[in-house]
């Protein structure tokens, strides 16, 4: 039996090598039948471990990746956002969210070998790059 490893925070450190989503075949039976509404995964929600112990929501990011691994043009940005904010629904569903839970929400668009990152701020409206180094120490000011 495969050994369970935590972090400090007591959150499940992943322990399969494939890089296969396992939960597809339940995600895209879902989403074909209809039922009045819709189904939309939430890709990650950073919970803060507050003094007493209980956690809160302080961010959200859906994230999206890039197979190549030059960098990407203004406009392949543009399309990104379009495709959530005006083709389809995810952009409007998770800004819902966001509002909901009062936490800033962000689409993070990284390469596959994370040589880079960008990220857009649902507040701002805006694209921001970064590299591994300044994405981990924006994130951990949440």
Excluded at 8 to 19: C, D, F, M, T, Y
Aim: aromatic share 16%.
């Amino acid at each position: 039996m495969l050994q369970k490893t935590y972090t400090s925070a007591g959150q499940k450190v992943l322990h399969i090598e494939s890089n296969i989503d396992r939960s597809l075949p339940y995600k895209s039976w879902l989403r074909t039948f209809s039922n009045n509404g819709m189904f939309l995964d939430v890709d990650m929600i950073k919970w803060k471990t507050l003094p007493d112990g209980t956690l809160k929501p302080v961010l959200l990011t859906e994230i999206t990746t890039f197979e190549g691994e030059e960098k990407v043009s203004q406009s392949y940005l543009d399309a990104i956002t379009n495709r959530y904010f005006v083709r389809e629904k995810q952009g409007a569903v998770t800004g819902t969210i966001g509002r909901l839970l009062n936490i800033p929400c962000y689409i993070v668009f990284f390469q596959k070998e994370l040589k880079w990152f960008f990220v857009y701020s649902f507040r701002k409206k805006e694209w921001r790059e970064f590299t591994k180094e300044t994405l981990m120490k924006f994130i951990q000011q949440f």
